[in-house]
């Protein structure tokens, strides 16, 4: 299938891809970081009330859904020396990286109603500044190259390197209240916002330095972008809205990716319950760092081994295959979930010799590394070398995180053919910002969708967050529904993608006409 050469205008040389995955870090570590903040740290550093922390974590987002396709609109339209995109890409990186900063540099004693409208407030802004930099770096990928499977292999080296935020974001749950590294939780967070935000302009210009998205030069169609054509800019915005949203190949990839993503944000959170409350009987000090090394290990096999294979799945088979097959393994994944987490199965695992010799191993190692990560003030990343290791909670982690890893690296690919089938059917100008725009829109309604749903399905389930010893009943329940839950949104998903219909036979003919229309060699 893949036999032919990649042609050398084609190829995304490793610089770009580099620069690249460093902009779609920044795009994971700015929302997971604003997250654990938000959800968490508002409330156990500074007391805001937990209904007021919900109303922070989900209003912006409403004006964040404007913003985009506005956004998108302007990037598809901009004429410029330095291409559509990458003005505001480095603009947007700088402002992002310096109002995440501001935004949490919060005094200690700041009364509650002055931590709400400053958070709220900058928030915005910094939404403004996110949105001028997240939305053109989407576009951007869609247009780095115009070859089926190179399109697959630039989202997958993206994606992993976006992993790597998720490697380091469940780490702030443990970092921040380490009384050996910061004195108080206000100053972990004043210091790690800092530290996120230098992180953002550094590595979220690199895209703009050194990608390179399509020679708009001579593209035709482009609006006018200023005031005086303001009312004709909304206009032509809503009829490419709905234009976009008659194109049957993406709105299948907005549907599987609505329902994968949901039904995994939905949960994502319930693993740390079950693992403290279920695993532990409802002691943080037992528990330890093994949530947060869950969610790592779950990120870093996504990123260096599950990535890797579904872009050789993507090569072998095609993209919706590819999907299709990653999605039911991921299922696979989340049944497996039922033993994994099953405290007596992991309690005889650990008598037994394997269990043993894999504990004392780990022991041996965090022995003689634990003065060290002590001296250098990690000590909140040490092991106990005495301490039982729950093994079994990793087992079903490298089949469920095809899942997401899948996700992303597919959708998006498949995402830059649908632009190619839209200049086909509608012409200039190519709308790569519209729908990354849209797109994006679709995960971050899942993602408001989940955190309403999640505290719903926990009260449901009969979860008591003042109660230290959950009922074996309810943790129950909670485990069925952390497995039914996502499966059930997989399946549906499988469903929605098995008749997409823009094979990678198809997408060739497409870059063919295109190419002959464009009159390019």
């Known amino acids: 299938m893949n036999s032919q050469k990649l042609n050398a205008r084609d190829r995304v040389p490793f610089i770009q891809k580099m620069s690249f995955g460093s902009g779609h870090f920044i795009l994971n570590i700015l929302p997971g970081t604003l997250g654990v903040f938000i959800q968490f740290f508002l409330l156990t550093a500074w007391g805001v009330d937990p209904l007021w922390a919900g109303l922070l974590g989900g209003l912006p987002r409403i004006f964040d859904a404007i913003t ?66 997240a939305t053109p770096l989407v576009g951007l990928g869609y247009e780095m190259t115009s070859d089926y499977n190179e399109r697959t292999r630039l989202m997958a080296f993206s994606n992993i390197m976006g992993q790597i935020a998720w490697m380091i974001v469940p780490w702030l749950y443990v970092i921040i209240p380490d009384s050996n590294t910061f004195n108080t939780q206000t100053e972990g967070v004043r210091t790690m916002a800092l530290i996120v935000g230098v992180m953002c302009v550094i590595f979220g210009i690199l895209p703009a330095i050194f990608c390179k998205g399509i020679d708009a030069s001579n593209m035709a169609n482009r609006k006018e972008i200023n005031f005086k054509t303001l009312t004709a800019n909304l206009k032509e915005l809503w009829e490419g809205i709905v234009q976009v949203s008659k194109n049957k190949p993406f709105m299948k990839l907005c549907g599987a990716t609505f329902l994968v993503f949901n039904g995994f944000q939905l949960v994502a959170a319930f693993g740390v319950f079950i693992i403290v409350f279920y695993m532990y009987n409802g002691s943080y000090e037992n528990a330890g760092t093994w949530p ?57 695992f650990n008598q037994t010799g394997l269990g043993k010799g894999m504990t004392s191993a780990v022991g041996s190692i965090f022995e003689t590394i634990n003065p060290f990560l002590d001296r250098i ?25 095809f899942g997401m890893g899948g996700l992303f690296t597919l959708m998006m690919s498949m995402t830059a053919d649908v632009c190619d089938l839209d200049e086909l059917e509608n012409g200039m100008p190519r709308k790569e910002g519209t729908f990354g725009a849209i797109y994006w829109w679709m995960v971050k309604l899942g993602q408001a969708i989940a955190l309403v749903l999640g505290g719903l399905i926990l009260k449901i389930v009969g979860f008591d967050p003042g109660v230290t010893e959950q009922t074996l009943e309810t943790m129950n329940r909670l485990r069925i529904a952390d497995i039914v839950i996502p499966s059930a949104t997989a ?22 006409e295109l190419v002959a229309r464009r009159g390019e060699i």
Not at 378 to 401: T, V
Not at 491 to 512: D, G
Request: charged share 15%; with cysteine.
């Open 377 to 401: 003030g990690m000590s909140w990343f040490s092991i106990d070398p005495g301490s039982e290791i729950p093994w079994l909670i990793f087992l079903p982690i490298p089949l469920f995180a």
């Open 68 to 133: 985009d396709p506005i956004m998108g609109f302007i990037s598809d339209n901009t004429k410029s020396n330095y291409g559509r995109r990458r003005p505001y890409i480095f603009i947007g990186a700088i402002i992002s990286g310096i109002l995440f900063f501001l935004m949490w540099q919060l005094d200690d004693n700041a009364s509650q109603s002055y931590i709400i409208w400053h958070v709220m407030v900058l928030q915005i802004l910094f939404l403004i500044g996110n949105t001028m930099f």
């Open 292 to 348: 947060a090394w869950f969610n790592t290990i779950n990120a870093m096999i996504t990123a260096f081994i599950v990535i890797p294979i579904i872009s050789r799945m993507s090569n072998k088979w095609g993209k919706k295959k590819a999907f299709i097959i990653s999605t039911i393994l991921s299922i696979v994944g989340y049944c497996l979930k039922w033993w994994g987490f099953d405290k007596e199965l992991n309690s005889q």
């Open 491 to 512: 399946a549906l998903a499988v469903w929605v993608m098995w008749k997409y219909s823009l094979s990678e036979k198809r997408a060739k003919e497409i870059k063919k």
